[in-house]
């Protein structure tokens, strides 16, 4: 089935570069161009589109505003920015109804790709209903005390960026967002970043302040919660699942930037359930309920009844926010290894042992659910039948 997209821009000449850019994409992308918002709109009442890209600077209506109004009508819509310079106001208005923001000019390889990907994880989720739940989604809900303590150390000028870089790398929420915005190009960062501490780094105790304080890019968690959701164990669970990644691939001497990625896609492997227990809470609370009442997994009880599990729900959204493939592919599998398209050792390796072997010394996402299983096979297939027990040995997860 072709992918329908939508390039929107009032100048004539980029919207024709557009067209010859992508000439060859015509087998499987269907594509129409717009000379502004006014014709976008037009254009989307007529059809449905997987992925709409906009310029910001247009005359009546910039593409901020353009995408916002995108995200109330088609909220299935992936969202994305293609933009040169903009004022601080525009850009920070932004942060919200846009998935990804690239710059102007934008390397071909670089729009194809970005536009691939976001059309290929549409495959993770059927549902259409939970398409449009999770690509509304503008941040997902960090820790009340987490929160407070990170707003107190913004406010007092005595702290370092580096008391706040570890506040925020304790909370997936805050975490996500940041690798959000400092690897989209509205900060220009050099190189990827995976990980929040050097996003934070990166960004500056001003900027953050402003993004905080002010533009209040996180948000605590709050009531309603999915009633059976423990967020204790649930917190607890996911940096220990994190700490225990990160040793086994220190223990197998994967490079810096491979540990940066598992360690990150270990903390985020279940934010499908924070987004699931706090957007969905009471269908949610009936889903923890099916998984103690019937003795199944939560994935196995998440997809009796959403036909998609955390981890895929989780990717998606990761996905959309434009997190690298290996993070994404590890909270996507992080049940189901042999389903990836991967079969080396990988992130996806080391968060799927962590996240058993953690939860076998006490550390359970949630009490009443039948725990994780190593996928025996999967290790197989790549030669690695006989690590867990050196693995489990090495990391010595805490009880």
């Not at 976008?40 to 910001?56: H, N, P, W």
């Not at 729009?111 to 999770?134: F, H, N, P, W």
Request: a negative charge; glycine letters at 6%; proline letters at 5%.
């Amino acid at each position: 089935m072709k992918r329908r997209i939508l390039f929107v821009d009032d100048e004539p000449q980029l919207l024709d570069g557009l067209r010859r850019m992508f000439r060859s994409m015509r087998k499987t992308w269907e594509m129409d161009f717009a000379s502004g918002p006014q014709e976008a709109l037009t254009i989307l009442e007529g059809a449905e589109f997987d992925v709409v890209v906009s310029d910001v600077r247009m005359p009546g209506m910039n593409g901020v505003e353009l995408l916002t109004l995108v995200k109330e009508r088609y909220p299935h819509t992936v969202r994305i920015i293609l933009s040169g310079q903009s004022s601080e106001k525009v850009t920070l208005s932004a942060i919200g109804p846009v998935h990804q923001y690239l710059a102007k000019p934008c390397n071909p390889d670089v729009l194809q790709d970005t536009i691939s990907r976001a059309c290929a994880l549409g495959d993770l989720l059927q549902d259409e209903g939970l398409k449009q739940l999770v690509s509304q989604v503008e941040s997902i809900p960090t820790l009340p005390d987490l929160y407070l303590e990170l707003e107190d150390a913004l406010q007092n000028s005595e702290d370092s960026i580096d008391k706040v870089a570890t506040i925020v790398s304790k909370d997936m929420g805050m975490t996500a967002q940041i690798l959000k915005l400092v690897n989209s190009a509205f900060f220009g960062t050099p190189k990827h970043i995976s990980d929040p501490i050097q996003g934070v780094l990166f960004l500056g105790i001003d900027t953050l302040k402003t993004l905080v304080l002010t533009v209040q890019i996180f948000h605590k968690l709050a009531p309603p919660v999915s009633k059976g959701f423990n967020m204790e164990s649930f917190w607890n669970h996911s940096l220990a699942t994190g700490e225990c990644a990160r040793k086994i691939m220190i223990f197998e001497k994967a490079d810096s930037h491979m540990i940066e990625e598992t360690l990150t896609a270990a903390l985020l492997h279940d934010i499908g359930v924070l987004l699931l227990a706090s957007q969905l809470p009471d269908p949610y609370q009936e889903i923890l309920a099916i998984s103690q009442n019937q003795g199944i997994r939560l994935e196995e009880a998440e997809r009796q009844t959403l036909g998609a599990s955390h981890g895929e729900i989780g990717a998606y959204l990761l996905g959309l926010w434009g997190l690298t493939t290996p993070i994404v592919e590890a909270i996507a599998f992080h049940h189901d290894p042999k389903k990836s398209q991967c079969h080396e050792f990988s992130p996806l390796t080391a968060v799927h042992v962590a996240n058993v072997l953690v939860s076998e010394s006490g550390h359970v996402l949630q009490n009443t659910i039948q725990q994780p299983k190593i996928d025996k096979e999967y290790l197989e297939h790549m030669g690695l039948g006989t690590k867990v027990d050196t693995w489990r040995e090495f990391v010595q997860v805490p009880v």
